[in-house]
């Protein structure tokens, strides 16, 4: 059964149908507004994948971290930059060479880097 608007009398309101547009179009604009405005949080993180093309285990990380106390040392062959520029390190304790990403980059393959991250940072 449709519910619709009536007037005291009986007969349908004329209002109804642009009442149920009105809704529908600030139920869409809330939608959308609520997957397109990210918090400061998730708008600085990157994520690391163990394979190639964004697959396999995932790792987020919203700030510096030494990847080898978080069991992804040595594996990354992806990455999803959601923010500022980081650099990527070969060794730990951000030494040795490293891989500047760019803010907002993804690297479907790593290449000469596939498997050689140990600690990530902004730079």
Same mark, same amino acid.
């Given at each position: 059964?449709?519910?619709?608007?009536?007037?005291?009398?009986?007969?349908?309101?004329?209002?109804?149908?642009?009442?149920?547009?009105?809704?529908?179009?600030?139920?869409?604009?809330?939608?959308?507004?609520?997957?397109?405005?990210?918090?400061?949080?998730?708008?600085?993180?990157?994520?690391?994948?163990?394979?190639?093309?964004?697959?396999?285990?995932?790792?987020?990380?919203?700030?510096?971290?030494?990847?080898?106390?978080?069991?992804?040392?040595?594996?990354?062959?992806?990455? =999803?930059?959601?923010?500022? =520029?980081?650099?990527?390190?070969?060794?730990?304790?951000? =030494?040795?060479?490293?891989?500047?990403?760019?803010?907002?980059?993804?690297?479907?393959?790593?290449?000469?880097?596939?498997?050689?991250?140990?600690?990530?940072?902004?730079?």
């Amino acid at each position: 059964m449709r519910h619709m608007l009536t007037r005291s009398d009986g007969t349908p309101s004329r209002l109804a149908r642009p009442r149920r547009i009105l809704l529908a179009t600030a139920l869409a604009v809330a939608s959308t507004l609520s997957m397109t405005i990210a918090s400061p949080a998730q708008a600085q993180t990157i994520t690391l994948y163990e394979n190639a093309g964004a697959s396999g285990r995932q790792l987020t990380l919203a700030m510096s971290s030494d990847l080898s106390r978080l069991g992804f040392d040595n594996i990354t062959s992806s990455i =999803r930059n959601s923010g500022a =520029r980081r650099c990527a390190y070969d060794l730990t304790n951000y =030494r040795g060479p490293y891989l500047a990403i760019a803010p907002w980059q993804y690297l479907p393959w790593l290449g000469s880097w596939n498997d050689r991250i140990s600690s990530i940072r902004r730079c």
